[in-house]
């Protein structure tokens, strides 16, 4: 009985790792979407390290499989004395989005992403060795559809720091900001 039971689990498992994962989620909104994200005083911080580690942060952003057929107003806002990073160490990914629209995102009507890093407030990217750290700041990355007009506005205020930094062997961190970039998620970017 025991190995009937095991041969049977064994075959379960096996049909689904035969079928392979479930297809990607979509988000569908019929109407306006606003997402408006304010830290003020804060430290965000999005991290991966370790062989194969994946961090992904999204702040005021559609990401993946989005479909709008409104308005689409997106506003982030750093405050003073606040810290939002992306690292990656060794061997991960980090992607963080800040007011952006990233993957597959279609926008029937107009779009408008803002992001503002306030006095003293500062925003990291940083790569290490053998890694690909991502940051975007209103902007449009990767296969973007807006129907209506796009405007993309970042504004860095005064002792506000905006920094992207890839160190070590095969390092690389990208940084859109207020930009249209074609490259879906770390396509161009991690051609090692």
């Known amino acids: 009985m025991k190995t009937l039971v095991l041969f049977a689990l064994s075959f379960v ?3 689904a790792m035969a079928a392979g994962p479930v297809g990607s989620s979509s988000i569908s909104i019929s109407g306006s979407s606003n997402q408006l994200t304010s830290i003020s005083g804060a430290i965000v911080t999005n991290k991966a390290s370790g062989t194969d580690a994946e ?3 999204n702040m005021a952003s559609n990401a ?3 479909s709008i057929s409104g308005r689409s107003v997106q506003r982030a806002t750093v405050g003073p004395l606040s810290l939002v990073s992306n690292e990656a160490a060794q061997d991960a990914i980090a992607q963080q989005n800040l007011a952006s629209n990233v993957g597959k995102v279609m926008i029937s009507g107009n779009s408008e992403q803002s992001a503002t890093v306030q006095l003293g ?3 990291t990217n940083v790569a290490g060795v053998d890694t690909v750290a ?3 700041l209103s902007s449009n990355v990767g296969n973007v559809t807006v129907a209506g007009n796009s405007i993309q506005n970042t504004m860095v205020g005064p002792l506000a720091a ?3 930094a ?3 062997r095969d390092a690389k961190a990208v940084q859109n900001i207020s930009s249209n970039n074609s490259c879906s998620t770390f396509t ?3 051609s090692r």
């Open 166 to 168: 890839a160190y070590g």
């Open 121 to 123: 407030g500062i925003l």
């Open 134 to 136: 991502q940051q975007s």
């Open 55 to 57: 961090a992904l942060q």
């Open 188 to 190: 161009c970017a991690n």
């Open 64 to 66: 993946g499989n989005v």
């Open 13 to 15: 498992a096996s049909a």
């Open 162 to 164: 905006v920094l992207n």
